[in-house]
Every structure is written in C-alpha cells, then in structure tokens.
C-alpha cells in the first residue's frame, strides 16, 4: 500500500450536503501532505479557552479553518488533555453532530470526526463526516465494527493508558519499537474487522503517555512508520513538548509547531494535525518548491 493509499478511501464528491467536490484525491495523490485543520468543540479546549464552544463559533472558526486551506477538518467533542474526564455520549453528540452537519453544509473540506465512541462515529457519519480518527484506536467495544460498517477512513493513534492517567510516569522498552508493533496489531484488527486497508492511516499520538524524550525520540524516527505501508498523521501542534523544548506557553509555540511540522514531513508524514493551517501551508509551499527544485 501506497502513501496515496488515502486518498482513495476519502470521497472525491462531497458528503452530500450540498459542498462542492472536495479533490481529496488530486491532494495526496500528487503527493503533497494534506493539512488537517483542528476544530475543538470542547468548553475546556486547551487554547480556545471556551471561546468555540457554542455551535456559531465552531462553524465560523471551521470556515475559517477551510479558507486557511486545511485538507480535511478534524472536529472533536472529548478534550484529552491530561487529567481531563470524558464528557457523556449526550453531551459529546450534542457538540460534535450539529458543527458537522452545519460545517459541512458550508466548507467544501471533508470532516473527520475525532472520538473514541462508536455512536458518535455513526452519527457523525450519518450528518455528512468523511473519516473517522481515534485516539483510542478503535478498541473501545463495538468501535471497530462501526468503522469497518461505516465504510470510511479511519485513523487509529498509540496511546499508552487513558488520559486520566497517561502522564503518569510512561515507561517504554523502546517507545519506537513499542508504539510500532502496537499500531501494526491495531491495523491487523481493522483489516480483521473488515477495514479496507487504503482506508487505514496511523498515528504515534504525540503527547499521549509519553515523556520529553519519548516523544523526540518518536519525531527523530518517524520514518520507522511510515514502513507500515499507510498514511501517517502527526499530531504536535502547540503541545507541551513543544512548550518543553522552547520555554514558551501555548499561544506562543507557532514556530516550534511549525519546525516540528516541517521535520514531520521529511520524514514521511503524509497528515499534519494543527491549529495554524495557513502557517503550516506556507512551510509546505517552502518545502514543495525545494522538492521540485
Ligand atoms: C493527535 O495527536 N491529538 S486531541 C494539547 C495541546 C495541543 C493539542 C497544550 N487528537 C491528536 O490536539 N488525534 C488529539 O497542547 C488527536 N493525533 C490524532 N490522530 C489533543 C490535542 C492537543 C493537546
């Protein structure tokens, strides 16, 4: 399976809302890495201090996210910032399904659904969502089979523990071979469940049960996942490693999430997670025109 693997599991038409086509295909499969716009619909985002939490104000920063240029629109309702407690499948339902109906009557960008629940995946789905991502890598019950019925594509992230508890002291053998073998047992599960395999796309879940140096050391190896034969995804935008390596707090981590993007993709990253879409466009604009050069 190829890095273009992606694209085509992610419809080259609209949802069915009305958007325009979204040309997924012609993104990945030029070979540009496709940049997935974050959309928190949390009251606690970490940097969105609350201010996206209303329907209104999570499609227009959508939209916003759109215009940037983002490839694909991730919208989650479950913070899992450390320590956090999970919101109830209510109230994850009533954040997540209205911002993807309405966002994806407005923005001609496929929408994921971030979330671990297998009833959201469905819902999500059924208002219009084009992928599913899951920090839990689907082994909640029922999960898997909902992304294997759903039909779309699914990204299945490491993590170690729950977020209640995962930066608790993490402890690896080797976090690279560790967190390889278990994305490689996830990715078994999902072909076993009936995931079509140009559906499935990884993720090391950076900041996920995981020091400093866990994580650096993830960043620096990221080639070594890009050997299981499907799109990686990388998540580093504004986290705390990130903090931890600049000194800076969260509304100051631009650059470093900028570096860390750009040092994700020369090591094969095919989807970059981030806040900042039309920063991270202009780092890969940089680095296309190198490429082609
Ligand atoms: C991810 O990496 N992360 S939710 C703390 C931050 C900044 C951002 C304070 N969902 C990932 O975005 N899905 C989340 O700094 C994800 N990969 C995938 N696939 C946490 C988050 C964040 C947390």
């Not at 329907?55 to 983002?70: I, K, M, S, Y």
Request: proline content about 6%.
């Amino acid at each position: 399976m190829t890095r273009s693997a992606l694209v085509e599991g992610l419809p080259s038409t609209s949802s069915g809302r009305g958007g325009a086509p979204h040309h997924l295909s012609r993104v990945l499969g030029a070979g540009r890495p496709m940049v997935c716009g974050i959309l928190n619909v949390t009251p606690d985002s970490f940097s969105d201090g609350g201010l996206f939490d209303s329907l209104e104000r999570a499609v227009e920063h959508g939209c916003r996210l759109a215009a940037e240029g983002a490839d694909l629109i991730d919208v989650g309702g479950e913070s899992t910032r450390p320590g956090s407690r999970p919101p109830t499948l209510g109230e994850e339902l009533d954040r997540v399904v209205p911002v993807v109906e309405a966002l994806g009557r407005q923005v001609p960008v496929p929408l994921s659904v971030d979330t671990s629940r297998p009833e959201v995946m469905r819902a999500a789905v059924a208002a219009g969502a084009s992928m599913v991502n899951d920090v839990r890598a689907l082994q909640r019950p029922g999960a898997l089979e909902a992304a294997a019925e759903l039909g779309v594509p699914v990204c299945v992230m490491h993590m170690q523990r729950s977020p209640e508890t995962m930066q608790e002291d993490p402890r690896y053998r080797d976090v690279v071979t560790d967190v390889r073998t278990f994305l490689a047992e996830r990715m078994v599960a999902c072909l076993d469940a009936g995931v079509r395999p140009e559906h499935l796309v990884v993720d090391p879940g950076f900041g996920f049960g995981k020091t400093l140096s866990h994580n650096v050391a993830l960043l620096a190896s990221l080639d070594a996942f890009t050997g299981l034969g499907v799109p990686v995804m990388v998540g580093l935008s504004r986290k705390s490693v990130l903090g931890r390596l600049t000194g800076r707090t969260v509304g100051d981590r631009l650059p470093g999430s900028l570096a860390a993007a750009l040092v994700a993709v020369q090591r094969g990253a095919s989807v970059l997670r981030v806040h900042d879409v039309a920063a991270t466009r202009d780092v890969l604009a940089v680095l296309d025109a190198v490429d082609a050069g």
